[in-house]
Protein backbone atom coordinates (compact mmCIF):
# COMPACT_ATOMS: atom_id res chain seq x y z
CA UNK A 1 0.00 0.00 0.00
CA UNK A 2 2.54 2.38 1.48
CA UNK A 3 4.63 1.28 -2.09
CA UNK A 4 1.37 2.45 -4.70
CA UNK A 5 1.01 5.73 -2.46
CA UNK A 6 4.84 6.59 -3.00
CA UNK A 7 3.93 5.60 -6.86
CA UNK A 8 1.22 7.25 -6.92
CA UNK A 9 2.52 10.60 -5.36
CA UNK A 10 5.59 10.22 -7.98
CA UNK A 11 2.92 10.37 -11.02
CA UNK A 12 0.96 13.00 -8.87
CA UNK A 13 4.69 15.12 -8.74
CA UNK A 14 5.36 14.02 -12.48
CA UNK A 15 1.91 15.58 -14.09
CA UNK A 16 2.24 18.26 -11.87
CA UNK A 17 5.67 19.79 -12.94
CA UNK A 18 5.51 18.79 -16.31
CA UNK A 19 2.04 20.98 -16.43
CA UNK A 20 3.85 23.61 -14.21
CA UNK A 21 6.72 23.48 -16.91
CA UNK A 22 4.65 23.87 -20.07
CA UNK A 23 2.16 26.21 -18.02
CA UNK A 24 5.72 28.67 -17.75
CA UNK A 25 7.17 27.87 -20.92
CA UNK A 26 3.91 29.06 -22.72
CA UNK A 27 3.39 31.83 -20.84
CA UNK A 28 6.58 32.66 -21.41
CA UNK A 29 6.12 32.76 -25.48
CA UNK A 30 3.06 34.56 -25.06
CA UNK A 31 4.22 37.01 -22.52
CA UNK A 32 7.24 37.44 -24.62
CA UNK A 33 5.28 38.23 -27.41
CA UNK A 34 2.83 40.76 -25.94
CA UNK A 35 5.69 42.28 -24.37
CA UNK A 36 7.00 43.16 -27.87
CA UNK A 37 3.73 43.92 -28.68
CA UNK A 38 3.42 46.84 -26.60
CA UNK A 39 6.91 48.12 -27.31
CA UNK A 40 5.20 48.28 -30.59
CA UNK A 41 1.87 49.47 -29.63
CA UNK A 42 4.27 52.50 -27.33
CA UNK A 43 6.57 53.06 -30.75
CA UNK A 44 2.93 53.91 -32.43
CA UNK A 45 1.46 56.05 -29.69
CA UNK A 46 4.37 58.29 -30.18
CA UNK A 47 4.04 58.13 -33.89
CA UNK A 48 0.66 59.06 -33.85
CA UNK A 49 1.37 61.85 -30.95
CA UNK A 50 3.68 63.49 -33.39
CA UNK A 51 2.02 62.93 -36.63
CA UNK A 52 -1.29 64.54 -34.59
CA UNK A 53 1.29 67.46 -33.77
CA UNK A 54 1.93 67.77 -37.18
CA UNK A 55 -1.45 67.91 -38.39
CA UNK A 56 -2.49 70.57 -35.99
CA UNK A 57 0.62 72.66 -37.00
CA UNK A 58 -0.56 72.14 -40.35
CA UNK A 59 -4.15 73.14 -39.72
CA UNK A 60 -2.72 76.24 -38.71
CA UNK A 61 -0.23 77.08 -41.90
CA UNK A 62 -2.91 76.29 -43.45
CA UNK A 63 -5.36 78.91 -42.13
CA UNK A 64 -2.82 81.42 -42.77
CA UNK A 65 -2.61 80.24 -46.33
CA UNK A 66 -6.07 80.26 -46.55
CA UNK A 67 -6.27 83.77 -44.97
CA UNK A 68 -4.00 84.84 -48.01
CA UNK A 69 -5.43 83.47 -50.24
CA UNK A 70 -8.49 85.43 -49.51
CA UNK A 71 -6.68 88.70 -49.08
CA UNK A 72 -5.06 87.63 -52.68
CA UNK A 73 -8.52 87.43 -54.35
CA UNK A 74 -9.86 90.66 -52.62
CA UNK A 75 -6.43 92.23 -54.40
CA UNK A 76 -7.04 90.86 -57.66
CA UNK A 77 -10.52 91.97 -57.71
CA UNK A 78 -9.86 95.31 -56.32
CA UNK A 79 -7.08 95.72 -59.16
CA UNK A 80 -9.21 94.54 -61.96
CA UNK A 81 -11.88 97.02 -61.22
CA UNK A 82 -9.13 99.80 -61.38
CA UNK A 83 -7.94 98.07 -64.41
CA UNK A 84 -11.16 98.28 -65.92
CA UNK A 85 -11.65 101.69 -65.20
CA UNK A 86 -8.37 102.56 -66.61
CA UNK A 87 -9.31 101.00 -69.52
CA UNK A 88 -12.40 102.79 -70.22
CA UNK A 89 -10.80 105.59 -69.53
CA UNK A 90 -8.01 105.22 -72.40
CA UNK A 91 -10.96 104.50 -74.73
CA UNK A 92 -12.33 107.52 -74.17
CA UNK A 93 -9.58 109.76 -74.97
CA UNK A 94 -9.25 111.33 -78.07
CA UNK A 95 -7.15 109.87 -81.02
CA UNK A 96 -4.45 112.17 -81.36
CA UNK A 97 -2.26 113.29 -84.68
CA UNK A 98 1.35 112.45 -84.03
CA UNK A 99 3.49 115.65 -85.74
CA UNK A 100 6.61 114.80 -86.53
CA UNK A 101 8.75 118.11 -85.63
CA UNK A 102 11.26 120.14 -88.30
CA UNK A 103 14.63 122.00 -87.34
CA UNK A 104 16.39 123.23 -90.83
CA UNK A 105 15.22 125.55 -93.32
CA UNK A 106 15.43 123.48 -96.07
CA UNK A 107 12.95 121.07 -93.86
CA UNK A 108 10.06 123.66 -93.08
CA UNK A 109 10.33 124.10 -97.04
CA UNK A 110 10.01 120.82 -98.05
CA UNK A 111 7.32 120.13 -95.09
CA UNK A 112 5.40 122.90 -96.51
CA UNK A 113 5.65 122.34 -100.02
CA UNK A 114 5.05 117.88 -99.70
CA UNK A 115 1.83 118.77 -96.77
CA UNK A 116 0.78 122.03 -98.78
CA UNK A 117 1.34 121.68 -102.23
CA UNK A 118 3.37 124.55 -101.86
CA UNK A 119 6.84 125.65 -103.68
CA UNK A 120 7.29 129.25 -103.00
CA UNK A 121 8.38 129.43 -99.84
CA UNK A 122 11.11 131.74 -99.29
CA UNK A 123 13.62 133.01 -96.38
CA UNK A 124 15.63 135.85 -95.99
CA UNK A 125 17.94 135.06 -93.25
CA UNK A 126 15.47 135.62 -90.83
CA UNK A 127 11.96 135.38 -91.81
CA UNK A 128 9.67 133.21 -94.39
CA UNK A 129 7.82 134.55 -97.25
CA UNK A 130 4.83 132.41 -96.97
CA UNK A 131 1.75 133.56 -99.51
CA UNK A 132 -1.68 133.54 -98.31
CA UNK A 133 -2.99 130.36 -98.83
CA UNK A 134 -0.74 128.44 -96.98
CA UNK A 135 -0.13 130.99 -94.48
CA UNK A 136 -4.40 130.18 -93.93
CA UNK A 137 -3.70 126.33 -93.65
CA UNK A 138 -0.72 126.70 -91.68
CA UNK A 139 -2.56 128.94 -89.09
CA UNK A 140 -5.39 126.19 -88.78
CA UNK A 141 -3.04 123.77 -88.42
CA UNK A 142 -1.00 125.28 -85.67
CA UNK A 143 -4.93 125.58 -84.05
CA UNK A 144 -5.41 121.72 -83.97
CA UNK A 145 -2.09 121.21 -82.68
CA UNK A 146 -2.95 123.56 -79.82
CA UNK A 147 -5.66 121.41 -79.15
CA UNK A 148 -4.27 117.80 -80.17
CA UNK A 149 -1.28 118.81 -77.28
CA UNK A 150 -3.66 118.59 -73.95
CA UNK A 151 -5.35 115.87 -75.90
CA UNK A 152 -1.47 113.65 -76.55
CA UNK A 153 -0.83 114.56 -73.06
CA UNK A 154 -3.84 113.26 -71.69
CA UNK A 155 -3.93 110.33 -73.65
CA UNK A 156 -0.02 109.29 -72.35
CA UNK A 157 -1.13 110.12 -68.81
CA UNK A 158 -4.12 107.43 -69.41
CA UNK A 159 -1.75 105.11 -71.00
CA UNK A 160 0.46 105.09 -68.30
CA UNK A 161 -2.19 104.81 -65.80
CA UNK A 162 -3.69 101.96 -67.74
CA UNK A 163 -0.14 100.25 -68.07
CA UNK A 164 0.22 100.51 -63.90
CA UNK A 165 -3.49 99.13 -63.49
CA UNK A 166 -2.47 96.06 -65.27
CA UNK A 167 1.10 95.39 -64.05
CA UNK A 168 -0.52 96.01 -60.42
CA UNK A 169 -3.29 93.18 -61.51
CA UNK A 170 -0.96 90.78 -62.85
CA UNK A 171 1.42 91.45 -59.52
CA UNK A 172 -1.89 90.26 -57.83
CA UNK A 173 -2.62 87.30 -59.79
CA UNK A 174 0.82 86.16 -59.36
CA UNK A 175 0.76 86.54 -55.44
CA UNK A 176 -2.77 84.25 -55.96
CA UNK A 177 -1.25 81.71 -57.77
CA UNK A 178 1.64 81.42 -55.68
CA UNK A 179 -0.74 81.55 -52.23
CA UNK A 180 -3.17 79.06 -53.84
CA UNK A 181 -0.01 76.97 -54.93
CA UNK A 182 1.25 77.07 -51.01
CA UNK A 183 -2.29 76.12 -49.80
CA UNK A 184 -2.36 73.33 -51.83
CA UNK A 185 0.38 71.97 -50.88
CA UNK A 186 -0.43 72.22 -46.89
CA UNK A 187 -3.63 70.67 -47.89
CA UNK A 188 -1.99 67.59 -49.70
CA UNK A 189 0.50 67.44 -46.80
CA UNK A 190 -2.33 67.55 -44.03
CA UNK A 191 -4.05 64.68 -45.97
CA UNK A 192 -0.72 62.39 -46.29
CA UNK A 193 -0.36 63.26 -42.20
CA UNK A 194 -4.07 62.32 -41.79
CA UNK A 195 -3.38 59.20 -43.85
CA UNK A 196 -0.46 57.88 -42.41
CA UNK A 197 -1.83 58.81 -38.65
CA UNK A 198 -5.23 56.45 -39.47
CA UNK A 199 -2.62 53.90 -40.86
CA UNK A 200 -0.77 53.83 -37.45
CA UNK A 201 -4.12 53.69 -35.95
CA UNK A 202 -4.71 50.70 -38.20
CA UNK A 203 -1.45 48.50 -36.86
CA UNK A 204 -2.16 49.46 -33.18
CA UNK A 205 -5.73 48.47 -33.52
CA UNK A 206 -4.09 44.84 -34.79
CA UNK A 207 -1.72 44.70 -32.32
CA UNK A 208 -4.16 45.04 -29.70
CA UNK A 209 -6.43 42.58 -31.39
CA UNK A 210 -3.14 39.98 -31.39
CA UNK A 211 -3.24 40.37 -28.10
CA UNK A 212 -6.33 39.72 -26.77
CA UNK A 213 -6.28 36.16 -29.05
CA UNK A 214 -2.76 35.57 -27.00
CA UNK A 215 -4.25 36.43 -23.75
CA UNK A 216 -7.80 34.09 -24.74
CA UNK A 217 -4.77 31.56 -25.94
CA UNK A 218 -2.84 31.72 -23.26
CA UNK A 219 -6.26 31.66 -20.59
CA UNK A 220 -7.42 28.22 -22.70
CA UNK A 221 -4.41 26.70 -22.15
CA UNK A 222 -4.12 27.44 -18.35
CA UNK A 223 -7.73 25.76 -18.36
CA UNK A 224 -6.82 22.62 -20.47
CA UNK A 225 -3.94 22.14 -18.56
CA UNK A 226 -6.20 22.76 -15.30
CA UNK A 227 -8.33 20.18 -16.39
CA UNK A 228 -5.19 17.99 -17.37
CA UNK A 229 -3.87 18.12 -13.68
CA UNK A 230 -7.53 17.48 -12.23
CA UNK A 231 -8.02 14.34 -14.57
CA UNK A 232 -4.37 12.67 -14.18
CA UNK A 233 -5.22 13.15 -10.22
CA UNK A 234 -8.42 11.84 -9.91
CA UNK A 235 -7.28 8.76 -12.58
CA UNK A 236 -4.35 8.00 -10.11
CA UNK A 237 -6.90 8.30 -7.40
CA UNK A 238 -9.08 6.14 -8.98
CA UNK A 239 -6.50 3.48 -10.08
CA UNK A 240 -4.36 3.50 -7.10
CA UNK A 241 -5.39 5.12 -3.97
CA UNK A 242 -8.91 3.93 -4.03
CA UNK A 243 -8.28 0.34 -4.27
Not at 118 to 134: A, C, K, S
Not at 217 to 238: E, Q, S
Request: with cysteine; hydrophobic share 35%.
Amino acid sequence: MIQIISKCKSYLYTILITALVTSGVYTYILNKSTNKDATKIAVLNSKITELNNSIKDQTAKNRILQAKVDQATTSVTNAHQVTIIADNHLHNTQSVVVITPVKEVQDVKDAIAKNYNDNTVGFDGTRFNIIQPTTINLTNDAIQWKVNGPILITKLAATEEDLKATQNENAANQTLVTTQTDLNNGLTNFNKLLTETNNNKDKQINLYEKDLKVQSMNGKIKFVLGIGIGGGGYWIYDHYIKK
